[in-house]
Nanobody
Framework: QVQLVESGGGLVQPGESLTLSCAASGYSLGSYIYGWFRQAPGKEREGVACISVLPLMTYYTDSIQGRVTISRDNAKNTVYLQMKSLKPEDSAVYYC????????????????????WGQGTQVNVSS
């Protein structure tokens, strides 16, 4: 079945940039839509950015205020999340998810039950 593995998290200082990776296995990227989500302690999980591969579409929520870019590399079966100008409030566990059948906007804005989730990668923005 589908497996998603996030990587790239860690400790960064405010103002720095960070790129997270979501490696997918067991299927082609084009079979599903994908999203990056984050969850801080005591907070609900919220959508950050979502992407469909076929056709190629992207959608961003207001969670990170335009400082993020989602992209994909079909050859590597990997979805990326590029973040810049990081702030302490961006600290959270970031998760990658994949789903088949959920509209892209709904996936990101409403975070409904999704087919597959990665284990998450911690991002800690602190000075």
């Amino acid at each position: 079945q589908v497996q998603l593995v996030e990587s790239g998290g860690g400790l960064v200082q405010p103002g720095e940039s960070l790129t997270l990776s979501c490696a997918a296995s067991g299927y082609s990227l084009g079979s599903y839509i994908y999203g990056w989500f984050r969850q801080a302690p005591g907070k609900e999980r919220e959508g950050v950015a979502c992407i469909s591969v076929l056709p190629l579409m992207t959608y961003y929520t207001d969670s990170i205020q335009g400082r993020v870019t989602i992209s994909r590399d079909n050859a590597k079966n990997t979805v990326y999340l590029q973040m810049k100008s990081l702030k302490p409030e961006d600290s959270a566990v970031y998760y990658c998810a994949a789903d088949f059948g959920t509209p892209l906007t709904k996936m990101c804005d409403q975070v409904p039950p999704l087919d597959y989730w990665g284990q998450g990668t911690q991002v800690n923005v602190s000075s």
